[in-house]
């Protein structure tokens, strides 16, 4: 079981930035983490990827994220922060933590775990 919480979100002006944080905790599990990600929806949309990132740092964005956004991750932390700048209106949404490991607790027989975060609203003003 993977615990997962977003923190962050909140109104801004168009134009502004906002940091999006994300926390996971594993009820004294151990994880191996293969990539968290964020993903958002906005009312009436269907969800999509924002950005990613494995646990060897490789990072992945939308398009509309591509040179606005910046995916970083505290693996000590267990961590992930999102930071968004030049935002737009279109950027309002429910934004969502998603995390992808392996619970290698019982360490011959690896388990796949994954979770959803309950999201963070973010809302751009014009």
């Known amino acids: 079981q993977v615990h997962v919480v977003e923190s962050g979100g909140g109104s801004v002006r168009a134009g502004g930035s906002l940091t999006l944080s994300c926390q996971y905790s594993?009820?004294?599990?151990?994880?191996?983490?293969?990539?968290m990600a964020w993903h958002r929806q906005a009312p009436g949309k269907q969800r999509q990827l924002v950005a990613s990132?494995?646990?060897?740092?490789?990072?992945n964005y939308g398009d509309f994220a591509m040179g606005r956004f910046v995916i970083s991750r505290d693996g000590a932390r267990n961590s992930m922060s999102l930071g968004m700048n030049s935002l737009r209106s279109d950027d309002t949404a429910q934004y969502y933590c998603?995390?992808?490991?392996?619970?290698?607790?019982?360490?011959?027989?690896?388990?796949?775990?994954?979770?959803w975060g309950q999201g963070t609203q973010v809302t751009v003003l014009a």
């Open positions: 998603y995390v992808d490991a392996v619970d290698l607790t019982d360490w011959d027989r690896p388990k796949p775990v994954s979770s």
């Open positions: 990132i494995t646990n060897s740092g490789r990072a």
């Open positions: 594993s009820s004294g599990r151990r994880l191996q983490m293969n990539s």
